[in-house]
């Protein structure tokens, strides 16, 4: 039970740090528009590699979920800098 309780923790610090990385990945490319989105990798590319790799399309639809990110109808992905602002507020008090 215990081990089952800290890989819970471990994997939600792995998909928080997973999400920082996708934003600055997106703010470092200037994808803040649709017209700068980037392609970013939104599914597993292998289904039976295990790691953290796994963690990256899960964190990008947290972050579509939470409209930091938004989808453009051509696949690729960019970062909304108001809600991001907004954020970064939040969780500054």
Do not use: W
């Not at 039970?1 to 939600?12: E, H």
């Not at 938004?70 to 939040?90: C, F, H, I, N, P």
Request: with cysteine.
């Amino acid at each position: 039970m215990v081990f089952v309780l800290a890989a819970m923790y471990l994997t939600g610090l792995g998909l928080r740090r997973v999400c920082f990385k996708i934003i600055a990945e997106l703010e470092e490319a200037g994808a803040v528009k649709a017209s700068r989105a980037m392609k970013l990798q939104d599914e597993r590319k292998n289904f039976f590699r295990v790691g953290t790799g796994n963690l990256r399309p899960r964190a990008l639809h947290l972050l579509i979920s939470d409209k930091l990110v938004v989808r453009t109808s051509d696949g690729k992905y960019y970062l909304d800098q108001e809600k991001l602002a907004e954020m970064k507020r939040t969780l500054g008090k």
